[in-house]
């Protein structure tokens, strides 16, 4: 493995050898392409009725498609080092982007009540306006996996380690909560929990963080959204009100069966349930592919994670092991709360499902993040299997694959830092 004191220089246009991760390459763009098609089946009733155009929301999605596959391919063949780099300027971009939609004319940022948008204007392909808060995501896990991959040794003390980083996710989740957009706070911190978890962070803070964390979101819910919350337990009993999305959306998972009833032969998007075509496109998958179409979508996200945090283990630095892990929680946990929303698991919080749901910066940012991804996995060691890898380190050092297991209460990225700066 590369000294990082003594390896080139960055550049631009990577130059490693290794192809990409195929198999996390091919699953996204088979999610993607599935998820143009079910865009514009979810979309179309509601496109004629209310845009007169039954392609309208079809058109931007392939607009936003085209524009991420573009920004992916990119990314796969910029040097993921470089974001290191410019990891402060990307955050300091985020937050200025998240504080101007709270300060811009509620014409430009305001839509369904949260100030989540900026719009430069109406074009008609929709590329003319973005929400900051997806692109924050990506920058806010550049930003950690730089600034804590310089910390690992110290993350252990509570004063240089949690303090610091919960105020830096506390002041990014304030400014998403003022839009306000719960379902984003919730992955922000799911997201930086997780690599602060695999920085090598102690135990009893991260179960403390978490329990904190889950008050803090009982306090929201019972509080703020205490309709929803209401909803979630018995959707039935306001059955006009927030319980209406949820009952039909379990009345289009029941009815598609096993094997569905065919593309584009949904019932409920036919207005009966709000917004089929972006947070709850997961149930019109399930009315017209049925259980097998589901089951598959799952199946699609397992192996998106099970790829991903691959790559996280045999990453080739730390900072590029933390970049891994967190894309690759963001874009799992993401779709395992809009998937558990849809079935009534968990009260309603309004998430896109990743490279399916209708949402051009949702796409964008998607898709860029993966090709980080796939930038990582050209630089990672393919010599052995990570279970020979383990082996040859069980009796000497960490190993060089346990990125999310511990030992000694450290993760292998702490370990991986302190091999590198010993030689």
Known sequence: MANPDTSPAPTLF??????????????????????????????????????????????RQMTG?????????????IDHRIWQRYSIHLMAGALLLLAAVLILPASMTEVNGSRSWIRFGEGW????????SEFAKLAMIIYFAHWLSRRSHRLGNVTYGLAPFAVMLG???GLIML???????IVMVLIGG????????????????????AMAFWALIVTFR??????????????????????????????????????????QKYLWLPQPHTDTIYAIIG??????GTIGILIAFVIIAARGYRIAARAPSPFAALVAVGITSWLVFQAFINIAVTVALIPFTGLTLPFLSYGSSSLISCLMAVGILLNISRHVDRSEPVSTTAKRYHHTEPATSDLVGWRNWRSRVSGLSRRQRAR
């Not at 498609?65 to 063949?77: C, E, N, S, T, V």
């Not at 962070?201 to 964390?213: C, K, M, P, Q, R």
């Not at 006009?240 to 584009?264: K, M, N, R, T």
């Not at 009315?287 to 097998?292: D, M, S, Y």
Request: charged share 10%; proline share 4%.
């Open 125 to 132: 392909l929709g590329i003319f306006s973005i929400q900051p």
């Open 171 to 173: 002041f990014i989740c």
């Open 194 to 213: 997780a690599i602060f978890f695999a920085a090598g962070a102690n135990l009893l803070h991260v179960g403390g963080a978490a329990l904190l964390g």
């Open 14 to 59: 990577d130059r490693a050898t290794h192809p990409p991760d195929r198999v996390l390459l091919a699953t996204v763009i088979g999610l993607t392409a599935f998820g143009l098609v079910m865009v514009y089946s979810a979309s179309f009733v509601e496109a004629a009725v209310f845009k007169s155009n039954p392609f309208y929301y079809a058109l």
């Open 179 to 185: 839009q306000p957009d719960l379902g984003t706070t």
């Open 287 to 292: 009315e017209e592919w049925g259980l097998l």
């Open 65 to 77: 498609a085209l524009i991420g596959f573009g920004m992916m391919f990119a990314m796969q063949r």
């Open 226 to 267: 205490s309709g929803r919350w209401e909803a979630f337990l018995d959707p039935w009993s306001r059955a006009s009100a927030e319980g209406y999305q949820i009952i039909h959306s379990l009345y289009a998972l029941g009815s598609g069966g096993i094997f569905g009833q065919g593309v584009g032969m949904s019932r």
